[in-house]
C-alpha cells in the first residue's frame, strides 16, 4: 500500500512537472518571440508609412526590424533545443556543446560516455544543461562518463533553482536514477541496462 502511495505521489509531481515545462515554453513564447514579432508589425507598418516622407527614418526602422527577426530566431531555436534536442545529429557530446554555444554561455563540456545512451536519458542530460546554461553569469563545467551499466553526469557551477531542480530529479528518478546538488554542484546517475 505504501509502495502504491509512493508511486501515486512520483506519477502525480511528473505530471505537475511537464505542466510546468508547457508554462515556461508559453511564457517565453509569450514574452519573447511574440513580442518580437509585434513589435516588427508595428514597425512595418511604420516604416511603410514613411518611405516617402522621410527615407532614413524606414532605414533606421528596416535595421531594428532585422534586429528583432534575429532575435526571435535566436529564441525560437533555444525554445526548440528546450523542446526536444537535435540528439541524432551528432549524438550527446555535440548537442550539449552546441547548447553552450547557441546559449551564448562559456561553458566547459567533457563526455567520455559511449555512444549508445539511450535517446530518454541523452534529452534529461541534456534539460539538466540547458537549466544550468540558463542562469545568467554561469559558467558551468558538465562531465559525463559511462560507469557500469549506468551514465554519470556532473554539472558544476550552476545556480539551478530548487523548484526545477526538483522537476529535473522527478524526472531523472522517473528513469530510475538519482540527482542531486551539493552547493553549485549537481550530480546525477541514470541507469542504461533497462533502456538498451
Given at each position: 500500500?505504501h509502495e502504491?502511495?509512493?508511486?501515486?505521489?512520483?506519477?502525480?509531481?511528473?505530471?505537475?512537472?511537464?505542466?510546468?515545462?508547457?508554462?515556461?515554453?508559453?511564457?517565453?513564447?509569450?514574452?519573447?518571440?511574440?513580442?518580437?514579432?509585434?513589435?516588427?508589425?508595428?514597425?512595418?507598418?511604420?516604416?511603410?508609412?514613411?518611405?516617402?516622407?522621410?527615407?532614413?527614418?524606414?532605414?533606421?526602422?528596416?535595421?531594428?526590424?532585422?534586429?528583432?527577426?534575429?532575435?526571435?530566431?535566436?529564441?525560437?531555436?533555444?525554445?526548440?533545443?528546450?523542446?526536444?534536442?537535435?540528439?541524432?545529429?551528432?549524438?550527446?557530446?555535440?548537442?550539449?556543446?552546441?547548447?553552450?554555444?547557441?546559449?551564448?554561455?562559456?561553458?566547459?563540456?567533457?563526455?567520455?560516455?559511449?555512444?549508445?545512451?539511450?535517446?530518454?536519458?541523452?534529452?534529461t542530460?541534456?534539460?539538466?544543461?540547458?537549466?544550468?546554461?540558463?542562469?545568467?553569469?554561469?559558467?558551468?563545467?558538465?562531465?559525463?562518463?559511462?560507469?557500469?551499466?549506468?551514465?554519470?553526469?556532473?554539472?558544476?557551477?550552476?545556480?539551478?533553482?530548487?523548484?526545477?531542480?526538483?522537476?529535473?530529479?522527478?524526472?531523472?528518478?522517473?528513469?530510475?536514477?538519482?540527482?542531486?546538488?551539493?552547493?553549485?554542484?549537481?550530480?546525477?546517475?541514470?541507469?542504461?541496462?533497462?533502456?538498451?
Amino acid at each position: 500500500m505504501h509502495e502504491e502511495v509512493d508511486q501515486t505521489r512520483a506519477r502525480r509531481r511528473l505530471v505537475l512537472a511537464a505542466d510546468a515545462d508547457r508554462r515556461e515554453i508559453e511564457r517565453r513564447l509569450h514574452e519573447g518571440v511574440q513580442q518580437h514579432l509585434v513589435a516588427l508589425a508595428v514597425n512595418l507598418q511604420l516604416a511603410i508609412g514613411s518611405l516617402d516622407s522621410d527615407p532614413a527614418a524606414a532605414k533606421d526602422l528596416l535595421d531594428q526590424m532585422s534586429r528583432d527577426v534575429q532575435q526571435a530566431l535566436d529564441e525560437t531555436t533555444q525554445l526548440a533545443l528546450q523542446v526536444y534536442p537535435p540528439l541524432e545529429a551528432g549524438g550527446l557530446a555535440a548537442a550539449l556543446r552546441t547548447a553552450a554555444v547557441s546559449a551564448g554561455v562559456r561553458a566547459s563540456v567533457d563526455v567520455a560516455a559511449g555512444a549508445n545512451c539511450p535517446p530518454e536519458v541523452a534529452a534529461t542530460i541534456h534539460r539538466c544543461w540547458l537549466e544550468a546554461l540558463a542562469h545568467p553569469g554561469a559558467e558551468p563545467t558538465l562531465t559525463v562518463r559511462d560507469e557500469e551499466a549506468a551514465l554519470t553526469f556532473e554539472i558544476d557551477g550552476t545556480e539551478i533553482p530548487e523548484d526545477r531542480l526538483e522537476r529535473l530529479r522527478d524526472r531523472v528518478e522517473a528513469l530510475g536514477g538519482s540527482l542531486t546538488r551539493t552547493g553549485t554542484t549537481i550530480s546525477g546517475t541514470l541507469p542504461l541496462a533497462e533502456s538498451r
